[in-house]
């Protein structure tokens, strides 16, 4: 028998939703052919089968949440390595009936925590950075969060540098928590009371039961909802949010692009897009303002100015919201811009654009004019310190040489970081962004 572990889907990815199976328990499969399609909180893989042989037990059904390293599917390859090894641990943990309190805990403890066990754990990627800068196998450390993560204080616990005392069961963790959430939901409970010792005056309470008011349908928080909900509250709650607002007038801009869209049909530049415009402006912009193509490293007391230009965008695939990422646009024409915005976008919402390609970005800009709307109120995607919103572009008397004129505004909303950036920056940032797509010859001339 063969086990199939839940093999390492990219960096910081620790579970993932089955969707879809290609075998059924029974049956068989061909090595390397399809064996299940999974999908994290960056996007939707197909994972093939490492043997081929019987299908001998599926150890999840669609829908379910497998952590990486877990056993999703036994295969009967004919090898008889599970029978040999089951024989070993039977005869090493009976052999010795005077010492059954030392075997029973080898038997039950997790894999992680036996010692020459190579299996991943689940853990944030921060848990395994401070793992690497301790130099422990975070593999070989023993879980104590929910679903069996890894936490920060377990890798101190193991490198001999944190508490030396066992970690407190989320039973036992009830300061400040309401009695019936320490009843219902351990998981809770031990997050209430972890977020109550270092925040001040928090103190989160359970949701009701909405049940006893009316008809209620519950869906699991998953895969890339997930990922979207742990970004934004890890955004709102460290980073001071500061919003500029202004309008462009895109008039001429806006005729010039669908010139040479009409001009351009059937070849590159085709799908010329205004983000397309943009994003080359915000380019532009941003080696002029380098603050806000920044990190600040809040531990160190440091602020990353970064020298290259990778710009996301937000795209709804659907199943949330995810950010593919276009290397390199100072590089690149307005023409490529637009040829990889289409290209990454309809990945995007197939779900096959690899998580590689929704990696370093250093400014991200979100459009929601097509959906409606005349304004938005962004949140930074973490670690930038930066986030462009573009509203809906709108017909609007405005005045122009003391006439009142019909001209295509489009609203923009930066929202950054108050601690590295100040409101006059925003604004000189974004009004030389509304002067170079007011008028498409400076535009292409400056960038």
């Not at 620790?14 to 399809?34: F, H, T």
């Not at 894999?111 to 190579?118: C, K, L, M, S, T």
């Not at 895109?250 to 005729?255: E, I, N, R, S």
């Not at 040829?339 to 998580?355: F, I, N, Q, S």
Request: charged share 25%; no cysteine; hydrophobic share 45%.
């Amino acid at each position: 028998m063969f086990e199939f572990i839940l093999p390492d889907l990219g960096e910081g990815i620790a579970e993932g939703e089955i969707l879809k199976w290609y075998v059924d328990e029974g049956g068989d499969v061909i090595e390397d052919a399809p064996l299940m399609d999974v999908e994290t909180d960056k996007a939707a893989v197909t994972i093939p089968s490492p043997r081929g042989g019987h299908v001998h037990a599926l150890k999840g059904k669609v829908g379910d949440i497998v952590n990486v390293g877990d056993v999703v599917v036994v295969i009967d390859d004919g090898s008889g390595e599970a029978a040999a090894a089951e024989e070993a641990v039977a005869h090493d943990t009976f052999a010795h009936p005077d010492e059954p309190a030392a075997a029973a805990p080898a038997a039950e403890a997790p894999p992680a925590a036996q010692p020459g066990v190579r299996r991943p754990v689940p853990a944030a990627p921060a848990t395994r950075r401070l793992a690497r800068k301790l130099k422990v196998d975070i593999n070989l450390v023993t879980p104590s969060g929910p679903g069996g993560r890894v936490t920060p204080e377990d890798v101190h616990r193991f490198a001999g540098q944190g508490p030396s005392a066992p970690a407190v069961p989320a039973a036992a963790a009830t300061d400040h928590v309401p009695a019936r959430a320490v009843a219902g939901d351990t998981a809770f409970a031990e997050f209430a009371a972890h977020a109550s010792a270092t925040i001040p005056f928090l103190e989160i309470e359970p949701l009701p039961d909405f049940a006893v008011e009316g008809p209620v349908e519950v869906e699991k928080l998953r895969s890339i909802r997930r990922k979207v909900a742990r970004k934004m509250v890890t955004s709102m709650a460290l980073v001071p949010h500061v919003a500029h607002m202004d309008e462009a007038d895109v008039t001429d801009l806006d005729a010039f692009r669908r010139k040479e869209k009409e001009r351009r049909a059937g070849g590159a530049g085709e799908k010329l897009t205004l983000l397309s415009f943009v994003i080359k402006a915000v380019t532009a912009g941003l080696k002029e303002a380098p603050s806000f193509n920044a990190s600040l490293d809040p531990f160190r007391e440091e602020i990353v100015y970064k020298k290259y230009y990778n710009i996301g965008f937000a795209a709804d695939t659907g199943r949330g919201l995810v950010v593919p990422v276009v290397n390199g646009t100072d590089t690149k024409s307005i023409v490529q811009i637009a040829d990889h915005v289409y290209d990454k976008a309809v990945r995007a919402r197939e779900g096959t654009l690899p998580a590689d390609e929704m990696r370093g970005g250093t400014f991200t800009i979100t459009n929601i004019g097509p959906l409606g709307g005349t304004a938005l109120m962004p949140t930074i995607n973490y670690p930038e310190v930066a986030i462009l919103a573009m509203g809906k572009v709108q017909k609007k008397p405005v005045v122009r040489d003391g006439e009142i004129v019909i001209r295509k505004m489009l609203p923009l909303t930066l929202a950054f970081d108050h601690r590295i950036a100040d409101g006059a920056d925003a604004a000189r940032f974004v009004a030389e962004l509304v002067r170079q797509l007011s008028d498409p010859n400076l535009l292409l001339l400056e960038t």
